[in-house]
């Protein structure tokens, strides 16, 4: 007697979730990549521009210059986090994401054609608004697709992209640069983004269900013990009610934010400024510089893997909110170390010490990203889930935004080892937002009430 379609499916559950968590993966990557390539020929387009000379560190006119530009391109980023979460909302994952994976792939490309100061300006910032959305597509990927014992596996395995990113962008843009110059780097990068955006659109659905690979095993595998078996649709009033609520009125909500302010700080410390400092303390080389950075990176890549399955396994040992408070306090308290005696090693101008403290600081910055960040999203109910992800991640980015004008201050000012471990007084901060905010109490009651605001929603629609 022959098994039957349906009991066949039954035996063995499709994966279709993790094919959308590895297209993340690769949306984010490149998302990271196309901003790390204008970090790592920042010199080259400053000679190209006249803003500095060959051979030379950066001049402080060039690094006012690339600070006001990073600070233009981040606030843009920053901004369109907000309307990207409620867009994300309306449109589902599948348009959202090749709508601005394209778009943002494409300034990418028109990069290249910039000339001075306003030119690279515009296009930066329009590329920055066009990345916005990115995070809080991750965020409802994740409450869309995941299975309720692997929301930190989904969210990080497709955000450690943001690691991968920068590797790729570093040590890809340093090999294009020595073909091709600054210019080519940009036009491989766009270029090649607007066809991965094509293969999104074609492989992706918005919701399980939807899509065709999916069988009812799987389906029900991602629908079991959640509160809410699919997405409601709710008003866009109601969307930004529910959203600015949880966010601003309930203590975990405001611990969240706290987390997600002072690591918007620390994560733009060694995006932004990582590649400079290695450039003007160590090596003064293009290419040098990027080999050595995405060296350090590494780490955040490793950080990034691993913060899933760590956090995971913590909450299923010690509970949702006790897990994901170790998964926060102890790396964050091992970062600060970290990176306090790297000043001291930089300083002295000792590259490999300084290069192991900083990729053990990159790591243990990533490995809190399964606890702090997936916090971000699984504090919303369905419905709300990207725009609730899009004010914090705005937010974040806010403050990576003045990061730009910060330290570019301090690393003209003090010099780059005070610019970049200024750092330090965020993370104490990030801790203070975790231990005084965030406990099982105050978690329940801000779940609870979220739960409670979209289904009175529901009932009035």
Known sequence: MTESKEQKQAIKRSNVRWLLVALMFIAITFNYADREIWVLTEPAFSVSFGWSKSGAPLSHYALMNISLILFIWSLAYAIFNFPGGWITDKLGIRKAMATFFGLWSAFTAL????????????????MGASEGPVWPINSKVSKNWASIRDPSKAFTWAGSGQALGPIIGLAGGAALYALWGWRGVFLFFGILGILLAIAWYALSRDKPEEHPWVNKAELDYIREGKAMATEPTLRSSDTWKIALRIVFTTQAGIGVLLTFISFGYILYTFLYWLPPLMYGEFAHSVTASGYYSAAIDMALFIGFIASGPFNDWLVARYGKVMGRRLGSIVPMSLMIAAVALSYFTGTAHELLPTALLLATAAGLMNLTVGSYAVNGFDIAPPGVTATVYGIYNGILNLMGAFNSIIIGYLFIKYGPFVGFTSAVFFMVLFLAGYLVFIREST????????????????NRA
């Open 111 to 126: 990069t290249a054609s910039t000339f001075n100061f306003i030119s690279m300006a515009v296009v930066r910032g329009l």
């Open 443 to 458: 978690w329940k009651r801000a779940v609870d009430y979220g739960y409670k605001l979209v289904q009175t929603a529901i």
